[in-house]
Each structure stands twice: as structure tokens, then as C-alpha cells.
């Protein structure tokens, strides 16, 4: 779910591209500073700090057309009257004074299904006479509709949508430094900065402080309406002061911002152990599969078998996840997707990489379910699978919505696995992400964690705290992700 | 007196000299020898490159002993038009396949002349032809017409005129052939000009059963089989590695036509495929598991649409027909080299271990390359100075930098202005998650509305569409001119314009179908009509109007949905359906047969010999009205 809060912490900057270059192939990929400190995040608007507000009748319509959109879209949408009755509840907990049963009794008694977004309009103009609406409490209700949907219910307005889809297609555009907020300055300061970035090229260091962004002073102010002012589109040029903590002086610098792909395969190879091979998959992006093609150039002929280490890989979109198993299977059928009027099959494409290979392929209870949807329909292929039970519940699930809400004490997924599809809102009003259909195994059963196919990788010990410094295997860079023992019971030795 | 003659002699070698290094063009006395050159033959004794003249019906001698200092001539007007040329072997002969009238000539080549010898007719304008190493066949693809014409070719045919010993064979496929391999002396490979599929052909049913496990030895076509692929470019024998290799691209119908799918290269692949020679010959290979596939280009560099292919000094060179390069297909991607070409490099073939020779297409020139792609030797001929509109659009049709990377071109997708029938997921209908089968553009212009939902009024309205949500041309900005006036949008609806207009042309003819002509239609006119008689009272009309190119304006619930549930479609053109492999917006339909057999909404229940009668028709009917 959209998080609105701002914090001060771990943000990667992104920003809206317009018009890629071709990166050096040389340098297609920057390593990530530390892969577990990619939390992204959607900025906010600062609604909670400034109290933005919109005018009511943009609100209207944006919250009319989400109802719409889960109307004809949802797998099992409530009716209109619940939805728009339930707006209206939500928005008076916003207006001090008023009371939801009173307001939305019109509602509740309206008979005629068409007038019901029409009494909704007016009801809520009535709410606010003033005709204005906090743009946080637009996102609560909006985030309050998705809690009472199967799957649950994703706003992003189009800037945010299109930021997204750069993260999807590892494509953002950026300078290439992750910020905080310096509580003694009260200033942005670049935590750590990218190798390769923009900002590295320029020479801003880590713990730099600005002083100013395009010509704006950052003293007290919020660190979204900053992370603002370091957007632009690609090419476009950021023009940054800045300070190390403790010196006077000033350094300006003036930063174009470019394509950052960052890496999300990481290719290792396992000590004492020639003939194995290990491909760890940070997160499922569009670049994924070309980064397997170019990992499987690389390996060398005395690998026989590879293990793909899906344990961290907590970001996929179904798309993405179909893609990999594309890359993965040849003609395989995944499953189901099943909509209220048809069931259909999802299969893959003839053709797949690491075609000689023994393949293992390793999850959790970190996985994205989308993968482990898949992994259900290896068990005919070849492809071993192993289920790492260990829980690493502890780890911050990704606050930019691609997957669906997964309670991290959950070790598995829920009975329901949603197929959610990104639908862009007519209107420019952004875009909404909801499911269209539910995911079902290849014998058309829902995915239980009870009877998931593979073979269970028992650890001595269960993690239960996310402080606890045996976590340090997930926490280590990727080619110390597996000890001996795992090993061994992956590859069944 | 002496020296100044001496000196005049040294100003001659070190001008030659430079011109050489340079790479620039001797003063070549026949400038505009060449009209959309396309095929190439070598002939030896001496060395020479031949080449087929597509607009101007001639053939040009390109001598290739001396590049740097020779002069290309152009020989006279052999036919209307013709395609390719192939040599035969052992001769100074040369096969040139005509259009206008179809045929194939065989032409005696002395110094810079060409007599025809010998003519064989064919019943359709021919697009390839190759002849086996022995010379005694040669194997001519009618892509259109969806059949091959095997001639063989007899010694004594040539020297004894009024004896007909050549024969000419011609055998119907079930996709629409283009290129020829020739294997041995006794087969021939044919390939699918749009999709993946490919016949094994027995020239020489003596000897044939011998070497294959075939499975019918009373036909020629020994097996069909097929790859995962599309748009077959080019195929090349390489004898070291005893391998035959196939230019194509790969379209991945689980990918979307979105920007990130299409940077990545998982959207559109373009490869050359690596088959062992001996593999081809046996019906149940599964060459999804055969053989290797090398990706050319890589992120960043796009190399759409790749063409002809040889291999020299042990280098794979093709031709990127999109992106006009040279590119050398190398295993790891640091390995690719590339050399830019002129305008639609097309056909390769090899001079030497250290030389190689293409044909561009688009503006008229051939050029000689080093095979290591280090540097242009030579150019042969100059573009035309000026292009009218049609040829402008024509370029942009063909034209990669028009998408992302230049991964794609529209060639791609709408393969010799038809389909492969594949699916692709567009934003078309409005969002990605429901693929669908990419249309036919023969004879588009008079199909509006545009899009399987009809949502696009005008043809530029489709094709803006097409160029910002599919292609996703951000290459525009980069292509547009430094010292034009127009902003990039303006380029890009100049672009439009030229496109559009490129595509009302775009259509084919009964002389490439070699479909039947209005006598023969007549002599069959009882069947014929009854066919057309059911067309108009089955109610197929409605929606597949006669006089609207067998389309109609509106959007049609035919009981069939997409995956977003759309239910609504606007109902394609049927010409040309027999050129079709694939019917509905999803392709659920694979015959006209099983079309009709299971047609959701039938407008009214035939019986079989009904739907026998229809499908005659249709089938006839298509490429009949302009």
C-alpha cells in the first residue's frame, strides 16, 4: 500500500525520463550500494506536512472513476452503493463533527444504480462546502476501499505510475545517490552516491550536505518537496550546492540526470565448487532475463549445474515473473488465471536458457508470490525446486506496491493468490492497480502453502528477529549467501 | 618532356593512390548503373559480381579482380523488372528471375553483354532463385503465390534449342516460400517468407530416399518443419562448419510492446541461427533444441531486421536491413563489430576470404566491404538526389530508427507490408494483457476504421498511435535533421504522412498470386457463384462488405471476448485470405475450415459441401478486387 508518511531514512531518487540514451554496454549495470537498502519509496506529496489539498470536484472524479474502474475490472468488486458508501464514510472521519451513518443514509437508500455516483458527487460536495479535500484523505479512502478488496487496491497518480514503470523496467533516470535528512542541519544530505551515477562523476561525496537545489534553499524543508526538485527528465540538468558537514566551503555542481539501470543478477560462483554455479535475483525487473542471457554467456564449461537463489527476490510483477519463466521453461503451462467469465491458460514460449544445465531453483518466504506461482509448475520440467524454510519476515516489504499486501508473518501466501493488473485511470488520473483475476496452479487449484511442490531445505535454526545477527546470511552481498550445509541440501547432496 | 610525363604519371598513382585509402570512388563512367539492386551472382573468368536490377529490368557487371579501379556497366533491358540472379555453375551463365512476364531467363554473360538463351514462364512473379552446385536444378520461390518452380536444367537444352529437355516443375506449400537453400545436389530447403516454417524439397527422386528418413517419398516435398521465429531474411551454407545459418527475428507474444520489454531486447530478437546441415534432412528435429542462436545487437543498439548473411575469414557478417549496417554476429556481445551501409543493405555475398559485396536496396549503390568490417572498400553507383514521397515513405516503412534502440522497424511486425499472423501486446485496444494477431497492411488504406477495435478513425491517427505506444521512437529526435525547421513533432507527422501514403500502395497483384483471372473464373462460374451466393445470404456482407474492401465501419460482437473482455471488434478486410495462417483477433482459428466449422455467431448453419463452395470462394475472391 501506498505509504504517504515521510521519513527520513533510505530513498533512492527517481526521477521521470523522457528519452533514454544507449548505456556503455561496458558499464550496463551499477552495483547497488547495498542491494537490502533499495527501499522504494513513492515520495510524497507532503500532504501531511504542507496539507495539500484539491479542489472537490477533481476528487469526485477521481474517486467515481476508481469505483468505476473496480466495478468493471475487480474479480469480485462490492457493489457501487458499498463502494460509494464507503467513500463517503471514510471522507467524513475527515470532517470533524460529522457522522458517517448520517451521511451516508442517501446512499445506502438510493435504489436506482445509476443516480448512485451521482448522489456520491453531491453528498460529498456537501461534506465539503468550503470545496476543498485533503489530498491525504482522497489517498486514506482510496487506500481504505483497497482494504476491503480481495487483493487489495494500489493508487499511484501518473507521475508516480510512470516512475514505477521506469522501476519495473529498471530504467529510472537519476543522478545516482540515495538521501536522508541531516536532523542537525535540518538539510537533505546524499547518504552514499552510485558508482558511475551522475552525482559520483560530478563529485559529490557521501555525507555531503545541500545547502541548495536549483537554486532553492533545502533548510527545513520537507525532504519530499526536495526529492521533487531532484526530478527532471533524462538529460535535463540539476543544478546542486553543497557542503560537507563541519566546512564552510560550497561546492556547485551542475548534474545531468541519466538512465541508472542497476543490477539485479548477480552471478557467483561457490568455493571448492566448480561445477556450481549460483544466479541471485535481487528483484524481478524487465531487465532480468537479458541479465541471465548475459550471465549465462559467462559461465564457465566446467558449471554443471546452476542454482537460481529467488530467496531475496521479493519485487515481481506478474509480468515480469511470467517473462522469467519464459526465459526459464520451454512450453511449459504455468496455471490459470481465472476471471469471473473465463479461465485461462498461461504457458511459455518454446526455447529457454541454461538448456544443458541442472537447474535448482531456490525460494522462501520472502519470494514474491508470483514466483512461487511459477515454481509450482516446474516440479514436471527438471527444474528442482527447493523451499528455504527459513522466515525472514523481519525484512521491510517494498513500499512501492508491486505485489500484492503480504503480511510478513505469513511464511508463504495467502489462499487467494490475486493476478493484479495495472489499469490506467481515464483522465490523466493516474493509474490503479487491482486484481483482475486469481492465479491457480496447473490442476486449477489455488496455490496453498500446505502442499507447495519442492524439496524443503531445513535450516538448524529459525531466524525469528530481524536483528538477529544469524539474519547476516540475507543481509551479506550476494556471493555469501549460501553456507555449506544449505548448499548441500539444494543440491540434494 | 620526359619528366613532365613522369610526373604527370606520379600525380596519376598517388591520386589513385589516395583515392584508394580514402575509399572514395574512382570516377565511375556509368554513375547510376544501379536501380534497387538485389540479387548477387559471382562468376569467375573472369571475377565479377552480377547484379539484378529490380526497376530497370538490366543487369550490372561489378569486375572484381581490381575493385578500387573497376568500372561497373550495365547491360540492356532483360524484362520489366528482375529479383534475383543466381549463377549457374561451371558456365557463364546466369539464372535471372523477371516479373512482367514472370519467368526465368537464362542468360550467356561475355564481357559486358547478356544474351537470353532460354526462357521458362511461370505462373506468378518469382521473388528467389538459387540453383545446386551441380547446375542441374535450380529451385525459384513465388512468395506471394505460396508455390516453387523446380527447373532442371538440361545440357542440351541450351545447345539444342527446339528440344525441350528443361522441365519446369511447379509445386503448391502451404506457406508463402522466399528464400532457397540448396543442399547437395539433390535437395533444396525452402523457407517461409513471414513466419518460421521451412520444406525440405527432393529435386532428384533417384537418389533422395537414400539420404533422409523421409517420410513421403512419392512427393517432392519430403517434410515440413518449423522453428520458433519469424521474417526470415537471409540463409547461408557454411561449408567449414558444415552448418547452415538463418537470419530471422523472434517476436515473443508473452512481452509487451512496452518501452522496457523492447530496451531489453525481450521483446523483438533479432538472430542468426546456427543449424547443423545434417539435422535439416530428418522430419522430427526439434530445432528448438537444435543448433545455437546468436542475438545481434545489443541494449542500446537495436539491429533490426537482418537480411543476407556469409561468412568470411571464419566472420559472420549480416546485413541489418533497419538500422543500415554490416554487423559481424559474434557470441558475446563486446565481440560485435559494425560498419554503417547505404540505405537497406540487403543481399551479401563473398568475394574473397578479405572482401565481401552488398547491395543497397534503398539508394541505389553497392558497396565492398573488408569482411573484418574495418572499412569500405568501394561504393559502386550514388544515391538518387532527390526521393518523391512514396520512396521517402517506402524508407520509413523499413526505417529501425523509427523505434526505441532501433530494435524494430514496421517491417517487423508487418512482414513484406503482410503478417506472420503472430500476436503481439500492443496498447492498441487500450492496455497491455491481451494480444492480438497483427494485421494485414495490403490494401489497408481502404480499410477504416484502424485497430482490432476499430478505434483509430484514420490511418495517421493508427499510425501515430503505433510509432509512440509500440515503437516507442524516441529515435526521432536523434534522426531528425540539425538544419530542418520542424520541431520533432512536425518530423514525426511528416513521417506519418510519408507512411501512410507509402502504405496506400501497398498491395499485391493477380500476377503475383498467380491466383485465376476472370476467364478461368468464368469456366468455373456455377461453383464460383454459388460460393459468392452464400457469401451475400449466409449474411456474411454485413460485416464483410464487397464494397468495402470485405470490411465495414463498425464494431461487431461475433461471441468471441479478449482477455480485458472487449467483445466488440471491427471485422478485417478478407482479401487476400489465402495468404492467411491465422483467423480472429487472437488467431483461435487456423483454417478457413475450422473458421466456419466453429464460427461462434455463424450468420446461418451451413452444411459441409456449403462450406466447401464458401471457402472456394473466398479463397478465389480475395486478390480479385482493387
Known amino acids: 500500500m501506498r505509504n504517504p508518511a515521510v521519513v527520513s531514512g533510505l530513498i533512492l531518487i527517481l526521477v521521470l525520463a523522457s528519452v533514454p540514451v544507449a548505456a556503455n554496454p ?36 477521481l474517486l467515481c472513476t476508481v469505483i468505476e474502474t473496480v466495478s468493471s475490472h475487480h474479480i469480485s468488486p462490492p457493489s457501487k452503493q458499498q463502494m460509494a458508501a464507503n467513500v463517503l464514510a471514510s471522507l467524513a472521519l475527515s470532517q470533524p463533527g460529522k457522522q458517517a451513518n448520517a451521511i451516508t443514509e442517501r446512499i445506502l437508500t438510493e435504489e436506482d444504480p445509476s443516480q448512485m455516483l451521482i448522489v456520491l458527487r453531491k453528498e460529498i460536495k456537501t461534506l465539503f462546502p468550503d470545496g476543498k479535500i485533503s489530498q491525504g484523505a482522497v489517498e486514506a479512502t482510496i487506500a481504505m476501499l483497497g482494504n ?18 521506469q522501476l519495473a523496467a529498471n530504467q529510472y533516470v537519476g543522478i545516482g545517490v540515495r538521501v536522508g535528512m541531516n536532523d542537525e542541519e535540518e538539510r537533505l544530505v546524499f547518504l552514499s552516491v552510485m558508482e558511475g ?13 545541500a545547502s541548495s537545489i536549483n537554486g532553492v534553499d533545502t533548510k527545513k524543508k520537507p525532504l519530499g518537496e526536495i526529492v521533487e526538485l531532484l526530478r527532471g527528465p533524462q538529460e535535463s540538468v540539476v543544478e546542486i550546492e553543497v557542503y560537507a558537514l563541519g566546512s564552510t566551503e560550497v561546492r556547485k555542481y551542475k548534474i545531468p540526470r541519466r538512465v541508472i539501470p542497476i543490477r539485479t543478477v548477480h552471478l557467483n560462483t561457490v568455493e571448492d565448487r566448480p561445477d556450481v554455479a549460483v544466479l541471485s535475483i535481487d528483484s524481478m525487473t524487465a531487465s532480468c ?61 518454446p526455447g529457454r536458457i541454461l538448456r544443458n544445465k541442472r537447474v535448482i531453483v531456490v525460494v522462501s518466504g520472502a519470494t514474491a508470490p508470483y514466483l512461487i506461482w511459477i515454481t509450482q509448475a516446474m516440479d514436471a520440467t527438471g527444474i528442482e525446486v527447493c523451499l528455504d524454510s527459513l522466515n525472514i519476515g523481519g525484512l521491510n516489504p517494498p513500499s512501492i506496491p508491486v505485489r500484492p499486501p503480504i503480511s510478513p508473518n505469513v511464511a508463504f501466501v495467502l489462499p487467494m493468490l490475486p493476478a493484479i493488473e495495472s489499469v490506467v485511470l481515464p483522465g490523466e488520473h493516474g493509474v490503479l492497480q487491482l486484481a483482475t483475476g486469481q492465479l491457480l496452479d496447473t490442476k486449477s487449484r489455488v496455490i496453498s502453502p500446505r502442499n507447495l511442490a519442492g524439496r524443503k531445505v531445513d535450516r538448524d535454526h529459525v531466524l525469528a528477529r530481524p536483528d538477529d545477527r544469524r539474519n547476516e546470511v540475507y543481509m551479506q552481498s550476494p556471493e555469501n549467501r549460501f553456507d555449506q550445509d544449505t548448499l548441500r541440501k539444494v543440491l540434494g547432496e | 618532356m620526359l619528366i613532365e610525363v613522369l610526373t604527370r604519371l606520379l600525380m596519376t598513382c598517388l591520386t589513385l593512390l589516395c583515392l584508394q585509402n580514402s575509399g572514395a570512388q574512382a570516377q565511375d563512367p556509368a554513375d547510376l548503373c544501379f536501380h534497387r539492386p538485389g540479387g548477387i551472382a559471382i562468376l569467375d573468368h573472369p571475377r565479377r559480381a552480377i547484379i539484378s536490377n529490380e526497376s530497370s529490368g538490366t543487369i550490372t557487371f561489378v569486375p572484381l579482380a581490381d575493385v578500387n579501379l573497376a568500372a561497373a556497366t550495365q547491360s540492356s533491358k532483360l524484362a520489366e523488372s528482375l529479383l534475383d ?38 505462373g506468378s512473379v518469382p521473388t528467389r532463385i538459387a540453383v545446386t552446385q551441380s547446375g542441374r536444378f535450380a529451385v525459384v520461390s513465388s512468395m506471394w503465390a505460396k508455390s516453387i518452380d523446380i527447373i532442371c536444367l538440361s545440357e542440351y537444352a541450351y545447345s539444342t534449342p527446339g528440344k525441350q529437355k528443361d522441365s519446369v516443375q511447379r509445386i503448391n506449400l502451404p506457406f508463402a516460400p522466399r528464400e532457397v537453400l540448396p543442399l547437395d545436389n539433390d535437395f533444396a530447403v525452402v523457407f517461409d517468407g513471414f513466419g518460421g516454417e521451412f520444406a525440405v524439397v527432393n529435386l532428384n527422386s533417384e537418389t533422395a530416399t537414400e539420404k533422409t528418413d523421409t517420410l513421403n517419398t512419392s512427393s517432392p516435398i519430403l517434410f515440413f518443419n518449423r522453428f520458433q521465429g519469424h521474417h526470415i531474411g537471409g540463409v547461408f551454407f557454411d561449408e567449414s562448419s558444415d552448418e547452415i545459418l538463418i537470419t530471422h527475428q523472434i517476436l515473443s ?21 546456427r543449424l547443423p546441415r545434417s539435422s535439416l534432412l530428418h522430419h522430427d528435429t526439434n530445432f528448438d533444441e537444435t543448433g545455437s542462436v546468436i542475438m545481434v545487437g545489443s541494449i542500446g543498439r537495436g539491429a533490426a531486421d537482418l537480411a543476407g548473411i556469409v561468412v568470411a575469414d571464419r566472420t559472420i557478417v549480416t546485413a541489418s536491413s533497419g538500422t543500415n549496417q554490416l554487423i559481424a554476429a559474434a557470441t558475446s556481445d563486446s565481440a560485435s563489430k559494425a560498419i554503417q551501409t547505404g540505405t537497406f543493405p540487403d543481399r551479401i555475398a563473398r568475394i574473397s576470404d578479405s572482401m565481401i559485396i552488398v547491395t543497397n536496396k534503398l539508394d541505389n549503390t553497392v558497396q ?68 492480438k494477431r497483427i494485421p494485414s497492411l495490403l490494401g489497408v488504406y481502404q480499410t477504416a476504421p484502424f485497430g482490432w477495435i476499430g478505434n483509430q478513425p484514420t490511418l495517421e491517427q493508427q499510425l501515430r498511435q503505433t510509432l509512440t505506444t509500440t515503437m516507442h521512437g524516441d529515435s526521432l529526435d536523434r534522426a531528425r535533421p540539425e538544419n530542418t525547421a520542424e520541431t520533432t513533432d512536425e518530423y514525426l507527422a511528416t513521417h506519418i504522412k510519408r507512411l501512410a501514403n507509402y502504405l496506400g500502395t501497398l498491395d499485391v497483384t493477380e500476377a503475383h498470386t498467380g491466383r485465376v483471372g476472370d476467364g478461368a473464373l468464368k469456366a468455373a462460374g456455377h461453383a464460383l457463384s454459388a460460393g459468392q451466393s452464400l457469401f451475400n445470404s449466409a449474411g456474411c456482407r454485413k460485416c464483410h462488405d464487397p464494397d468495402l474492401y470485405y470490411t465495414s465501419p463498425v464494431r461487431v460482437d461475433v461471441g ?27 488467431g483461435r482459428f487456423t483454417s478457413l475450415e475450422e473458421l466456419l466449422e466453429k464460427h461462434p455467431q455463424p450468420a446461418a448453419e451451413l452444411t459441409s459441401e456449403q462450406r466447401t463452395l464458401l471457402i472456394d470462394f473466398l479463397l478465389r475472391r480475395g486478390t480479385d478486387h482493387r
Not at chain 1, 476491503?148 to 487496491?153: D, K, R
Not at chain 2, 507474444?253 to 541461427?273: C, E, I, K
Not at chain 2, 573488408?370 to 572498400?377: A, C, E, I, T, Y
Not at chain 2, 468471441?560 to 478478407?574: I, K, M
Request: glycine fraction near 6%; aromatic fraction near 6%; proline fraction near 5%.
Open chain 2, 85 to 122: 540472379v543466381a549463377a549457374v555453375p561451371g558456365n557463364q551463365q546466369v539464372l535471372v528471375a523477371t516479373a512482367n512476364p514472370s519467368a526465368v531467363l537464362r542468360v550467356d554473360v561475355k564481357g559486358d553483354s547478356a544474351v537470353v538463351t532460354a526462357r521458362y514462364p511461370l
Open chain 2, 560 to 586: 468471441v471476448e479478449d482477455e480485458w473482455g472487449n467483445r466488440e471488434f471491427n471485422p478485417p478486410s478478407l482479401r487476400h485470405l489465402h495468404l492467411r495462417r491465422a483467423f480472429f483477433h487472437d
Open chain 1, 26 to 61: 561496458v558499464a550496463l549495470f551499477q552495483d547497488p550500494p547495498q542491494s537490502q537498502d533499495l527501499q522504494q519509496t513513492q515520495e510524497s506529496r507532503g500532504t501531511d506536512q504542507t496539507g495539500d489539498s484539491v479542489a472537490v470536484d477533481e476528487a469526485c472524479e
Open chain 1, 197 to 209: 551515477g551522475t552525482a559520483e562523476q560530478a563529485g559529490i561525496q557521501a555525507n555531503d550536505i
Open chain 1, 289 to 349: 532475463v537479458h541479465e541471465l542471457r548475459m550471465a549465462e554467456a559467462r559461465l564457465s564449461s566446467d558449471v554443471k549445474t546452476v542454482i537460481v537463489d529467488l530467496r531475496m527476490t521479493q519485487d515481481s510483477d506478474l509480468h515480469n515473473a511470467h517473462l522469467f519463466a519464459d526465459a526459464l521453461l520451454d512450453q511449459v503451462s504455468l496455471g490459470y488465471i481465472e476471471t469471473p467469465n473465463a479461465k485461462r491458460l498461461v504457458t511459455t514460449e
Open chain 2, 253 to 273: 507474444r508473452t512481452a509487451q510492446t512496452s518501452r522496457g520489454d523492447l530496451h531489453w531486447g525481450t521483446l523483438m530478437q533479432n538472430v542468426v541461427r
Open chain 1, 148 to 165: 476491503t478488496l480481495p487483493g487489495g487496491l494500489q493508487w499511484q497518480d501518473a507521475k508516480s505510475a510512470a516512475v514505477n514503470q
Open chain 2, 368 to 435: 565492398v566491404f573488408r569482411s573484418d568490417l574495418r572499412q569500405m572498400v568501394r561504393q559502386f553507383g550514388r544515391p538518387p538526389q532527390s526521393l518523391t514521397d512514396k520512396q521517402l515513405g517506402e524508407r520509413a516503412f523499413f526505417d529501425a530508427s523509427l523505434s526505441h534502440d532501433g530494435w524494430m522497424s514496421c517491417a517487423s511486425c508487418h512482414v513484406h507490408g503482410h503478417t506472420p499472423d503472430l500476436k503481439a501486446d500492443t496498447k492498441g485496444d487500450g492496455h497491455y494483457g491481451a494480444p
